[in-house]
């Protein structure tokens, strides 16, 4: 996720202006934050408490969800990418924050995901 952040900083850079720079910024601290914290509670398994990884993941994810969605509403707006594009970043973060149990929609987020990979790659 990390990648396609850059990816599609790199794509769009010239017409992002300063919500975009600023979104992208946040979108990608949050999802490290989210990364790192994970990491951190996997492999010392809570040996320090859970206090550090607990508060990093909140900000992450908080990061993480504020910044896809301006990320995406910015990506929408540029036209650089397909449109649908933009509705994806921005669906993503909502449809994993909504707390949806059955698999259907993580899937086809994951195919909208792998659209987006490849609209980036004939790009």
Known sequence: MLAVLIVLHVVQVRSLGRLGRISFVVAFIGTALVLVSTLWSVILLDRFGTTVPG??????????LVGFVFFGIVTFRTRVLPRWSGLLLVAYPLVL???????????????????????????
């Open 55 to 64: 508060l990093m993941f909140g900000l992450g994810l908080l990061g993480w």
């Open 97 to 123: 924050s909504a707390g949806v149990l059955v698999e259907g929609p993580l899937i086809l987020v994951g195919l909208l995901w792998l659209a987006l990979g490849y609209a980036m790659w004939i790009r």
